[in-house]
Structure formats: structure tokens, C-alpha cells
């Protein structure tokens, strides 16, 4: 189970910007585009979501993830990933 | 080239100085930044001299956002680039965002940043790789995390000849200006690159001075002279067309960038002669200056006997024996690859400016049958009003530019 503020906990990290993580739950369906994370910031996170966590999100998918609600839905429900 | 190119605004990253000011005073007192390589055991290594720049924490001067993706090179340039724009009270948006442009030069992009992910690479395995490396590694990062920074979505370019680069980055600059295809452009150079894999590429040119003395190490023009010390650091310049940069700030600008040329010297063992007298030839003839109305010259200052013996030729084939005062800023900061020619006009304009010249530091020996006029020991006050900067890079680059005072 991924929690918001471990994500955004990563998010900071790789973006170098930890502001954000102060926010909470407001930017649960913020757009990370919005939220001032690119596409590099992306595959950083999802990089690191790999070593840290195991949580394993290819490429192509992370592109089409917009907001952190959907990193969340889509590593903690697994089952509908089919 | 008709079109008058002015320079309105500096930023200074060198081993005397983060700013202008510091450098400046530093330079004309003689104040050497040159030391022992700091920032791990250098036991071991040929040469450990270098002009380091130190108290510098990019946490002071950058947005936490940029830290994770950028090279020490490119933080020192982020900051030069900034000081350069607040100095020239550049508002991108204002000049509009597609008139405003950059061309840095940089040799050796970012080697401690890369130095550390080829670590992680090889212990770790490629996923461990940060995404940044991407470009962080990339000589032309600068020139990209700048225009991106301020907004300068104008012409833009990065130019790499080694320690000649810098100068050829401003050229470009000056031409894009004359051509009417920027009304604003940073220019210059920034490198660094010493963390050790970045140090043992600066030795791998085999005339890196292996002496420990810092006053002994690195002695252009000097009969003791065996080599050169590496350094970091360098200088972005704001040009701007200088009609328009009147109307808009008011003020006197630093000075003018009247002439530019480069030239690229014959293949080894041809029997044509070296390109640096070309080069000083075809800047002066773009200035449209005689060799009599140039007041200084600012040496590339090679620090290896046979390369201060060519520069002394072509000194000596177009001035004269003894014919114009010559200043070598380099030995108090060592040689900074593309940093070096950008922060030698950056000297060479406040010289203008000050009606002062630099003294070489260290240097006591002279070679007489060079028969130049070295500036040492302590300034020398004089009337200036035109300097000739010039650089060279190893593999064949010279190139020169001409600097005039703004009356």
C-alpha cells in the first residue's frame, strides 16, 4: 500500500522541490503538470518507487498516470489493472 | 560589421570571486585563487594545483527545483547568468521572450554529475541511473537551463573549441545582434569539471604543471614556465545592440565588442605557420583598428614554453617588439577552458573602464627574446581605450576579440 505523503515524499525528492508535500491532500487530483512536475520528475518517481517500494510502473503508464490519485489507484488496486 | 554591439551587463563565477566586484579587486591586487585541489585525496594524482572556487553553496543561490538535475558547471552558470541579467536590468518579458537568446561555450560539460551516476551505473545497475544524467552531462546543459530559467527563447547556441570556445560563444552573440535576429543575448562560458574523473581528463593533456608551489606552477612567458593550472569557473555577458541599449537603460555600458575572428592553425608538420597572427589580424580588421590603436592585449598566456614562444611571435609579427602592453589575468585563476576567454574580457573591460591594467602574478623571468611587454607585479595605470583579447584550445583554436572603451 502507497500512502499520498510517501509519494509526494518521492515527488519532492526527484523534483528537488519539497513544498509541495506540505499541501496534503489538496493535490490529490491536482495534474502534476499543474503541480509543476514533468515528464522527467515522472520517470524519476517511478524509478524510485521501484527500489524503494518494489512498486513496478512501466513507462508508457506513468505518461497517461495525470494526477497522484491516479499513481495511487492505479499501484494499490492491482487488480484492475486488466 | 556596422552594427555596435555594447556590453551591458557581467556575471562573474571565478576562483577570486562570485562577483564582479570581488574579482576586480582580487585581480588588480594581485590576490592568486590558485591552491591545492580540495574535496578529496589527491595523493597520487600528476599535478594537484588548481584555481578552485570555494564558499560557493548553489542551495544559497538556486531553487531547490533545479538542484537534483544540474552539475556543479551548470549551477555556477545559472548564477553568473543571473547577476549578468540583474546587472544589465534585463525584463526578458519585456524585450520579448523570442528577441532574448543564449550561446555559452563549455569544453568538458558536467563531469561530477556524471562521475556519480556512472558509480551508481556500474555498482547499482542502469535503473539507478538518475533521469537527469539525460543532460546534466551535456556541455550544451548551460546555454538549455538558462534560456529555460529566464525565459531567453531567443536564437541560442553552444560552441565547444576547448579554451578558445568562450571567445567564439561571444562572436556568435555579436553577430546575432549585428544580424538583427536578437535584441538581447548572454553569452560566455562556465566550466567546471574536477571532481577526479573530471581531474584526470585535465591531465590526460600532459601539460597540466605538476608542481606544488602554488607561485611556481603555472608562469606564462616566464623562463620557468612548465605548464599549465587547471581552473573553474568563468563569465556570462549581457550584449545588446547599442542604440537600443541606451534608450532602454540610460546608461554606459561596459564597453564594445568591435571585432571577432578565429582561425584554425595547419595540420601538424604542414610548413604553414600557426593561425594566431590571422586571427589578431582579422579581429583588428573587423574592428577597424590599426595595430598602433590597440592599447592592450590580453594573453592567452599557454603556460607551455613553446606555446608562449608562438604567442610572443605573433605579438612581436603584428605590434612590434615590446609594441603593446600585455596582461595575463590568467595566473591568478589558472586556465578555465571555456571560462577563460569570457573572464579575460570581462578583465579586459574593466581595465578599459578603470584605465588600469592587471599585473601577472608570479611570473619574474621573463624570456627575453620574447621581447613583450608583460604587465607584473602590480597594476600599471595607463590611458586605455581598445584591447585585444585573445584565447587558444588545444587542438588548433585561436580566436580574438577587440573590446573598446564607451566614451
Redesign the interface.
Known sequence: MLSLDQLLQILG??????QVTAQGEDVLDREFDAL?YDS?VL??TS?QL??RHDIDIPEDVIRDLKTPRAVLEYVNVPASRD | MSTDVVVTGIGVTAPTGLSVKEYWDATLAGTAGIGPLAGYDTTGYSARLAGQITGFDAREHL???????TDRVTRLALLAAERALDDARADIAELGTYACGVVTSNATGGFEYSHREMQRLWAQGP??V???Q?FAWFYAVNTGQISIRHGMRGPGGVIVAEQAGGLDAIGQARRTIAHGRGRLMLTGGVESSFDPWGWVSHLASGTVSTRTDPTAAYLPFDRRANGYVPGEGGALLVLEDAEAARRRTGRRPYGRITGYAATFDPAPGTERPPGLRRAIELALADAGVEPDGVDLVVADAAGVAELDAREADALRAVFGPFGVPVCAPKTMVGRLMAGGGPLDVVCALLALRDGVIPPAVHVTDVVEDYRIDLVRDRPRPCPLSTALVLARGAGGFNSAVVVERVP
Not at chain 1, 13 to 18: I, K, V
Open positions: 525528492e526527484c523534483s528537488g522541490d519539497e509543476g522527467l520517470l524519476e524509478a521501484k527500489h | 531553487p531547490g527545483r533545479l538542484l537534483p538535475q535503473e539507478h538518475s533521469v537527469y539525460c
